[in-house]
C-alpha cells in the first residue's frame, strides 16, 4: 500500500472526538477544519520551491516562494468539509469541484459536476474525507487527468484498507495522505470503525 499516515497526537485527539457517535454537527464541522489544516502542512511538505531575492530592513537576502500553482479540488459534497482548512494554509491556491454521489446499491460513483480553474501544471490537491471502496477518489482523480492534470495528491481523513488498494491500482502515480488507517468496510460499504457518513454528519442531513 501506498499510502502517509499523517501522525500528530492533536489529529487523533480530534478525528477520535470526530468519530463518537454524540458529536454535534457543529463541532463535527470545527474539527475537520483543523485537522485539515494540520494535515496540508505535512501534504504539502515537499514542494518545490524557487529562490526570490528579498530585502529586509537590513540587507539583502534569498527568500523563497511555492514553484507551482495550487489547486485544491473537493469532491462534492462532504470534500467541501476539509476545503476552509486547506485554503487557510494555501490563500492563493485556486479551487475546482468535482461532484460524485456514491450509489447506495451498487456503490458506484456517478458524476453530476466538474469545474477546475486553467491553471497552467499546478499541483492538485484532491480533497474527500473519506476513502472507502475507493471509487469515488479514482474516478474524481481520472477525471482531472482528463482535463490535463498530472501532479494530483489526494487527502483524506479516514481510509479503508480496500479504497487505498483501488486506488494506488487506478492511480499508481498519486500520493495519498490519510489522519486514519481503519480496519475495513461493513457489507453496506461504511469503513469500520469509521465515523458514519461524513456528509450528512457536516451538513446535518440525517
Ligand atoms: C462519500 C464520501 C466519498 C465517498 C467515499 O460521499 O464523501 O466521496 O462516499 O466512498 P467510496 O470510496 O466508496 O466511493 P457520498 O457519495 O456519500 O456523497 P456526499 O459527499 O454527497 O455525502
Ligand atoms: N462514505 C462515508 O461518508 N462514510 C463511509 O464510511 C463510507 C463512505
Known amino acids: ?15 477520535s472526538k470526530m468519530r463518537d457517535v454524540q458529536t454535534t454537527s457543529r463541532d463535527f464541522r470545527e474539527w475537520l477544519d483543523e485537522i485539515a489544516m494540520l494535515m496540508t502542512y505535512e501534504v504539502t511538505r515537499d514542494l518545490e520551491l ?34 476552509s482548512g486547506v485554503l487557510r494554509m494555501i490563500p492563493n491556491a485556486h479551487v475546482g469541484h468535482i461532484g460524485l454521489y456514491r450509489d447506495e446499491e451498487t456503490l458506484e460513483p456517478h458524476e453530476y459536476y466538474c469545474k477546475i480553474p486553467p491553471d497552467k501544471d499546478p499541483i492538485t490537491i484532491v480533497v474527500d474525507p473519506m476513502l472507502a471502496t475507493g471509487g469515488s477518489a479514482a474516478a474524481a482523480i481520472t477525471m482531472l487527468k482528463a482535463r490535463g492534470l498530472q501532479n494530483i495528491r489526494f487527502m483524506c481523513l479516514v481510509a479503508a484498507p480496500e479504497g487505498v488498494e483501488v486506488l494506488n491500482k487506478a492511480h499508481p502515480d498519486v500520493k495519498v495522505y490519510t489522519a486514519a488507517l481503519d480496519e475495513k468496510l461493513n457489507e453496506h460499504g461504511y469503513i469500520v470503525p469509521g465515523l458514519g457518513d461524513a456528509g450528512d454528519r457536516i451538513f446535518g442531513t440525517k
Open 1 to 15: 500500500m501506498q499510502i502517509t499516515v499523517v501522525e500528530h497526537p492533536l489529529i487523533k485527539h480530534k478525528l
Open 50 to 83: 524557487d529562490a526570490v531575492p528579498v530585502t529586509t530592513p537590513i540587507c539583502e537576502t534569498t527568500g523563497y516562494k511555492l514553484h507551482n500553482n495550487i489547486v485544491v479540488v473537493p469532491i462534492l459534497r462532504a470534500g467541501l468539509g476539509l476545503l
